[in-house]
């Protein structure tokens, strides 16, 4: 499944902000465009998992799930529900409400992975780009 130049493009520009941008809250937000790319399309999810035993071996469902904190966390941020969202969901939810409110410490989990979430989101998007599906 080759894909199509329009969504190859849109990822090049998501991957690129996610490069580019400096280490605060426009840094998550561009995290989280890049993962909402991902996600709304089929094809990219297909060529991320495809084939699965190359997936396990290179750990791509646990980088992604790392990149997909971020992407949840920004969305029960922009949400209003009074259901029990879980644990970790709010810990990222908090941490990601105190980068966005300037509170920035390397107690934060999320603050102290910032560039490790650069790494995975360069070892996501080459991994999207290698796989020939």
Do not use: C
């Amino acid at each position: 499944m080759k894909l199509k130049e329009k969504v190859k493009g849109a990822l090049d520009q998501k991957f690129q902000t996610v490069l580019n941008t400096p280490a605060g809250f426009d840094f998550y937000v561009a995290i989280h465009d890049f993962v909402e790319h991902i996600e709304s399309n089929a094809a990219l999810l297909h060529n991320l998992f495809y084939p699965a035993k190359t997936s396990q071996e290179l750990k791509i469902a646990v980088k992604y799930g790392h990149l997909k904190k971020i992407y949840e966390g920004l969305e029960d941020a922009n949400t209003e529900t009074n259901s029990d969202l879980g644990h970790a969901r709010y810990m990222a939810l908090v941490e990601l409400n105190q980068i966005r409110n300037n509170e920035l410490s390397e107690s934060n989990s999320f603050w102290k992975k910032r560039e490790s979430f650069r790494k995975l989101a360069s070892e996501i998007y080459d991994r999207l780009n290698s796989n020939p599906v």
